[in-house]
């Protein structure tokens, strides 16, 4: 099992920067992918940006340029560099991976979520 924990959300102006981290935790193989999703209020959960444990990157056309993704593999830690917020960046986000389970001669791989930090840009 993988437990996720966040930190680093809160409330901001427009301009402003936000970096969020998640700690992975627990029993497990290898961890694939990590990233961060976002929800914002009567919207679907959606992909912010992601990064591979080879550390290629990929993000969505809104945060292209102003978020940057980073992991710590020695670590089990990702972190998300958010600069020039909008107020259309607010949402709760959710720190996600895909990990590798073996459970016992098998090798799975499962996703798990973070319990979500709330990010507000507002003036």
């Known amino acids: 099992q993988v437990h996720l924990v966040e930190s680093g959300g809160g409330s901001v102006q427009p301009g402003g920067s936000l970096t969020l981290s998640c700690a992975a935790s627990g029993s497990f193989f290898n961890l694939n992918a990590m990233g961060w999703y976002r929800q914002a209020p009567g919207k679907q959960r959606a992909l912010v940006a992601q990064?591979?444990?080879?550390?290629?990157?990929n993000y969505a056309d809104s945060v292209k340029g102003r978020f940057f993704i980073s992991r710590d593999n020695a670590k089990n830690t990702v972190t998300l560099q958010m600069n020039s917020l909008k107020t259309e960046d607010t949402a709760v986000y959710y720190c996600?991976?895909?990990?590798?389970?073996?459970?016992?001669?098998?090798?799975?791989?499962?996703?798990?979520w973070g319990q979500g930090t709330q990010v507000t840009v507002s003036s």
């Open positions: 990064i591979t444990s080879g550390t290629s990157t």
């Open positions: 996600h991976t895909e990990a590798a389970i073996q459970q016992g001669d098998m090798i799975h791989t499962l996703d798990y």
